[in-house]
């Protein structure tokens, strides 16, 4: 079963906007983790938040995380077509059935 | 630093054969994961190993898969007999320290199809 679901399933933006991606998610958790995946490609790590943090950076990202609502962003700012793709979050679940778990995605489709 | 490889890149197979693919993860990792990911969706956890220990097979279908790690190192996943629901995208990712599920590292996929 997906822990995380992602909202929008897809995004349609012009470059230089930027992009907001949320994710829902239903346990508790150890931290909350957001992947990118090109078409055809593997997985790419962008950004770990663990679940003490509230908001972390990373170049043009931003990830927020709400624990009591389950809940987390990623901001994606000043949007470049090199960014489209998909955009996945994975949660760690606390307690002994430790996985990594992937929502379905949110497809991110940068216009030039 | 060299990536996680992983062969072959395609399969394309009959129903009730058998396939294999193999995983040579990041020198130094070790954690392996192998995933299954249907068109559309999210990637879905088969099987986690820690050095060469089982961790979580939970979502493995263990009437028709299977899989190993040799050494703690290089991995095989094996599908006998093949159903056309498996035509899927099967990564392997290996992720460092003894933890595991933090920052893992993905290979670019094989792509299987069975008619």
């Known amino acids: 079963s997906q822990q995380g679901e992602e909202d929008p399933q897809a995004l349609s933006i012009q470059e230089g906007e930027n992009a907001t991606m949320n994710c829902s998610y239903k346990?508790?958790?150890?931290?909350l983790q957001w992947y990118r995946q090109n078409s055809g490609r593997g997985l790419v790590h962008l950004i770990l938040?663990?679940?003490?943090?509230r908001e972390k950076h990373s170049g043009r990202l931003r990830v927020t995380l709400d624990t009591s609502k389950k809940s987390s962003s990623l901001l994606i700012t000043a949007s470049r077509a090199a960014d489209t793709a998909s955009y996945f979050c994975?949660?760690?679940?606390?307690?002994?059935?430790?996985?990594?778990?992937f929502g379905s995605g949110t497809q991110l489709t940068v216009l030039p | 630093e060299a990536g996680v490889a992983q062969s072959p890149r395609y399969k394309i197979i009959e129903k009730r054969q058998s396939v294999a693919f193999w995983c040579n993860p990041i020198?130094?990792?070790?954690?392996l994961y192998w995933y299954q990911q249907i068109l559309g969706q999210g990637p879905k956890l088969l099987i986690q190993?820690?050095?060469?220990?089982?961790?979580?097979d939970s979502q493995l279908p263990k009437d028709r898969f299977s899989a190993e790690r040799l050494k703690g190192v290089d991995s095989t996943l094996k599908i006998q007999p093949a159903k056309l629901e498996d035509s899927a995208v099967y990564l392997c990712?290996?992720?460092?320290?003894?933890?595991?599920?933090?920052?893992?590292?993905f290979g670019s996929g094989t792509q299987l199809s069975v008619l």
């Open positions: 190993f820690q050095n060469n220990g089982v961790v979580d």
């Open positions: 020198s130094g990792h070790a954690t």
């Open positions: 938040i663990r679940s003490n943090e």
């Open positions: 346990t508790s958790i150890n931290n």
């Open positions: 994975a949660t760690d679940a606390s307690g002994s059935a430790r996985q990594l778990t």
């Open positions: 990712a290996s992720s460092p320290g003894q933890v595991g599920n933090e920052k893992l590292f």
